[in-house]
């Protein structure tokens, strides 16, 4: 990577990690009475249109033309189910369940793949690959939707009481959710550091060229110390920790942020692609920033649970 790209890269993951920081505290402190979650919900809405145009476009590349703005619509709905479904649970009980949250999730997913379903039926034609279609437009849904519902899921954890105030025993606050961007983001910053200094045995040859088993052991061993730093010294004291502790946290969804980042590797592979788009500069597209994140935020969602 040259100079030029590296400075790219690093006044936009500086803008990013900033407005994510800005958002996250006020949503955190509750800033105009807002519930929580609501400071944070624009950036899933933005990830969720950004992620699914960049995925319509990558399987575009392989002769194969899903339905975007169904897809999109319905990619926002998952997360954003989980969001209110929470909310009106919390407001008529007085306590959210992360169970139930998720299970608003489920359902907007499951009538996702329904209206994918008559979407096919109305415009069959044979030959068409209608099946194919079908597929990997309910792999967009569980590929993305699903995990930015375990985000939401996530900063909604034993939600006492709706106001800012945020007091009820069981509070845990932002905590859960910036355990799991701080951990896996964490890492990608030591491999990113690490692999590119003094990285030379390539773990993936084939499927991602400039990984390195110097970088995924730099990435691990980032993870660990920024779960030991936000689950051991977070300001305010919190009800509870997730299972295992801040070892258990850091080992398991360091790795599970690994393989996210491989598995996006894989897709564009697939479609013969190095970026998943060009919206972040030198970081790439949308899913070029999540990957990461995606196949660990349910990791982190069982541990919290």
Same mark, same amino acid.
């Given at each position: ?5 590296k400075t790219s890269r690093m006044v ?5 990690? *900033? ?14 009475? =807002? ?11 933005? #990830? ?28 926002v709905a998952i997360p954003l189910a989980?969001?209110?479904? =929470? ?10 369940? !992360? ?8 359902? *907007?997913? %499951?009538?996702?793949?329904?209206v994918l379903f008559l979407d096919a ?8 690959? %209608? ?40 509070? +845990? ?35 991602? !060229? ?24 977070? !300001? ?22 690994? #393989? ?15 970026? %998943? ?17 995606? +196949? ?10």
């Amino acid at each position: 990577m040259n100079g030029v790209s590296k400075t790219s890269r690093m006044v936009v993951a500086t803008a990013v990690a *900033a407005t994510f920081g800005t958002l996250a505290w006020a949503d955190a402190t509750g800033i105009g009475g =807002a519930m929580p979650a609501w400071w944070l919900l624009p950036i899933v809405v933005i #990830l969720s249109v950004g992620g699914t145009q960049e995925l319509v476009r990558l399987f575009a590349s392989r002769d194969l033309f899903l339905p975007a703005w169904l897809l999109r619509a319905a990619v926002v709905a998952i997360p954003l189910a989980t969001a209110f479904g =929470a909310q009106a649970f919390g407001a008529a009980n007085a306590f959210a369940s !992360p169970a139930a949250a998720m299970g608003w999730a489920a359902t *907007a997913f %499951s009538l996702g793949v329904g209206v994918l379903f008559l979407d096919a039926i109305a415009a069959y034609r044979p030959q068409a690959r %209608s099946v194919e279609r079908l597929a990997f437009s309910a792999l967009i849904l569980a590929y993305l939707g699903l995990p930015l519902a375990f985000m939401v899921s996530l900063r909604l954890f034993c939600l006492e009481n709706l106001g800012p105030e945020q007091s009820g025993r069981g509070h +845990l606050g932002i905590l859960p959710l910036v355990s799991l961007v701080a951990v896996v983001k964490g890492g990608d910053v030591a491999a990113y550091v690490v692999g590119s200094a003094i990285g030379k045995n390539r773990m993936a040859p084939l499927l991602s !060229p400039g990984k390195t088993w110097e970088g995924a052991i730099a990435s691990l061993v980032g993870s660990l110390l920024v779960a030991w730093l936000v689950l051991e010294r977070w !300001p305010n004291p919190v009800a509870a920790r997730p299972w295992g502790g801040w070892p258990v946290f850091g080992i398991a969804v360091g790795l599970a942020g690994m #393989l996210g980042d491989l598995a996006e590797s894989l897709l564009k592979r697939e479609a013969g692609i190095k970026d %998943s788009g060009g919206s972040l500069g030198g970081m790439g597209g949308v899913l070029d920033l999540v990957d990461s994140l995606l +196949l660990a935020a349910p990791v982190a969602w069982i541990l919290w649970l």
